[in-house]
Nanobody
Framework: QVQLVESGGGLVQPGGSLTLSCAVN????????MAWYRQAPGKQRELVAM????????KYADSVKGRFTISADYTKNTVSLEMNNLTPEDTAVYYC??????????????WGEGTQVTVSS
């Protein structure tokens, strides 16, 4: 069974920083990408940042460029999201996502349960 386990959410003041972490647990064949999405109340889930494998090419939502950094370690099957200069608009539930091959013939998307990030004074 494959599980994505997230950690690192919490309450932070505007202008502060927070780092989220996610680990892929379970037996897998390989990973195509790891990503972070977020969903604010009343809004659709949106892509925040993605790291592709191989090559570790990254892409970011325009709203977080220059403030957030995604780092994936495909030898350890982990990904982190460093978030700086946070604003109240970053408040959301953040979800870890991975598209991976569980076996050489079974490819699927997996999601973490989500971790709450609240930016407030």
């Amino acid at each position: 069974q494959v599980q994505l386990v997230e950690s690192g959410g919490g309450l932070v003041q505007p202008g502060g920083s927070l780092t989220l972490s996610c680990a892929v647990n379970g037996s897998i064949f390989s990973i195509n990408h790891m990503a972070w999405y977020r969903q604010a109340p009343g809004k659709q889930r949106e892509l925040v940042a993605m790291s592709r494998n191989p090559g570790s090419e990254t892409k970011y939502a325009d709203s977080v460029k220059g403030r957030f950094t995604i780092s994936a370690d495909y030898t350890k099957n982990t990904v982190s999201l460093e978030m700086n200069n946070l604003t109240p608009e970053d408040t959301a539930v953040y979800y870890c996502n991975s598209n991976l091959w569980k076996t050489f013939s079974h490819r699927a998307d997996y999601w973490g349960e989500g971790t709450q990030v609240t930016v407030s004074s």
